[in-house]
């Protein structure tokens, strides 16, 4: 069994390293093997001819996709579109990550995995794209959705507060928007999960939220940030978060007011799936040495 893991230099790929390691594990990043170019694409599935397929690059910057649609939808959807149809013409695998963005965040509920998506910005349009090309390949794998990810390591809204509140006093965080923080470790971990619990050879794709249980909003995540940095002694100068709205805080891309995704489906096959904040906390107990 020989697996390929892209996006190897991105947080969630790194973290998969981190798991599989070097045996029969082949890790790429975009020199290997680039999303946005087939050619490159097909080149390295025909050298590497991997039996398993774990997809974790992609095109993340939400804002900068409004004016880059045409990039984001080649890195979210075509490439998605290529891995699997040389998956399903050489009998292989394919394990991919999409996001609680494909929603349009009017649900009083959390999101079910069957609920209609309605993208609202360009970066989930070509996330839904790339789950559609998925689930019409007919190639044996699972498509993840997952939520508001971080780690110690690359661009995530953890890293971007745990700057600001070395370097400023007050911060200004928005309140009225609600999900599932979750972190690469948690993915990663309950990916390998049900990898060997779903039999993919025997059930096809699907589609599955991947997020750990309960929900909050950014301001409350951010509070939470803050008591656990100050937890493990990191030196800051915050003192005090506000909450302020969404409307106060203008991005270029529309965001979700509620992206919180249900896990019920996940717990089927991974039991005893903690709260956000205590994959949070494990977080900073594994990491102590990076903070």
Same mark, same amino acid.
């Given at each position: 069994?020989?697996?390929?893991?892209?996006?190897?230099?991105?947080?969630?790929?790194?973290?998969?390293?981190?798991?599989?390691?070097?045996?029969?594990?082949?890790?790429?990043?975009?020199?290997?093997?680039?999303?946005?170019?087939?050619?490159?694409?097909?080149?390295?599935?025909?050298?590497? #001819?991997?039996?398993?397929?774990?997809?974790?690059?992609?095109?993340?910057?939400?804002?900068?996709?409004?004016?880059?649609?045409?990039?984001?939808?080649?890195? !979210?959807?075509?490439?998605?579109?290529?891995?699997?149809?040389?998956?399903?013409?050489?009998?292989?695998?394919?394990?991919?990550?999409?996001?609680?963005?494909?929603?349009?965040?009017? #649900?009083?509920?959390?999101?079910?995995?069957?609920?209609? *998506?309605?993208?609202?910005?360009?970066?989930?349009?070509?996330?839904?794209?790339?789950?559609?090309?998925?689930?019409?390949?007919g190639v044996k794998g699972i498509c993840l959705r997952t939520s508001w990810v971080?780690?110690?390591?690359?661009?995530?809204?953890?890293?971007?507060?745990?700057?600001?509140?070395?370097?400023?006093?007050?911060?200004?965080?928005?309140?009225?928007?609600?999900?599932? *923080?979750?972190?690469?470790?948690?993915?990663?971990?309950?990916?390998?999960?049900?990898?060997?619990?779903?039999?993919?050879?025997?059930?096809?794709?699907?589609i599955i939220h991947c997020v750990p249980s309960g929900s909050t909003n950014w301001?409350?995540?951010? #509070?939470?940030?803050?008591?656990?940095?100050?937890?493990?002694?990191?030196?800051?100068?915050?003192?005090?978060?506000? *909450?302020?709205?969404?409307?106060?805080?203008?991005?270029?891309? !529309?965001? *979700?007011?509620?992206?919180?995704?249900?896990?019920?489906?996940?717990?089927?096959?991974?039991?005893?799936?903690?709260?956000?904040?205590?994959?949070h906390e494990r977080l900073y107990a594994q990491n102590q040495g990076m903070l």
């Amino acid at each position: 069994m020989i697996t390929l893991v892209t996006g190897t230099n991105g947080q969630l790929g790194r973290t998969f390293k981190d798991y599989l390691g070097l045996k029969n594990v082949v890790h790429s990043d975009r020199s290997v093997c680039d999303l946005s170019d087939k050619v490159s694409i097909s080149e390295c599935l025909d050298s590497i #001819k991997p039996n398993r397929i774990i997809n974790c690059a992609a095109y993340t910057a939400v804002d900068h996709a409004e004016d880059e649609p045409k990039l984001a939808s080649k890195v !979210n959807g075509d490439a998605v579109g290529r891995f699997c149809d040389w998956a399903f013409e050489n009998d292989a695998e394919v394990i991919h990550f999409s996001t609680d963005y494909v929603f349009d965040g009017t #649900k009083s509920e959390a999101y079910l995995e069957e609920d209609k *998506p309605d993208p609202q910005s360009v970066y989930g349009k070509s996330k839904l794209f790339g789950e559609e090309l998925f689930l019409s390949s007919g190639v044996k794998g699972i498509c993840l959705r997952t939520s508001w990810v971080h780690s110690n390591f690359g661009k995530n809204f953890y890293l971007t507060m745990r700057k600001l509140m070395a370097e400023q006093e007050e911060l200004s965080v928005i309140d009225d928007q609600f999900g599932v *923080p979750t972190t690469c470790d948690f993915i990663a971990r309950n990916t390998l999960k049900l990898i060997n619990e779903y039999k993919l050879r025997d059930e096809g794709s699907k589609i599955i939220h991947c997020v750990p249980s309960g929900s909050t909003n950014w301001f409350e995540f951010a #509070k939470s940030i803050l008591e656990n940095l100050k937890n493990n002694n990191v030196e800051l100068i915050c003192k005090d978060i506000k *909450p302020i709205s969404s409307k106060d805080y203008p991005q270029k891309a !529309n965001r *979700p007011r509620n992206s919180v995704l249900e896990n019920s489906v996940l717990s089927g096959f991974v039991s005893d799936l903690e709260n956000w904040s205590s994959e949070h906390e494990r977080l900073y107990a594994q990491n102590q040495g990076m903070l």
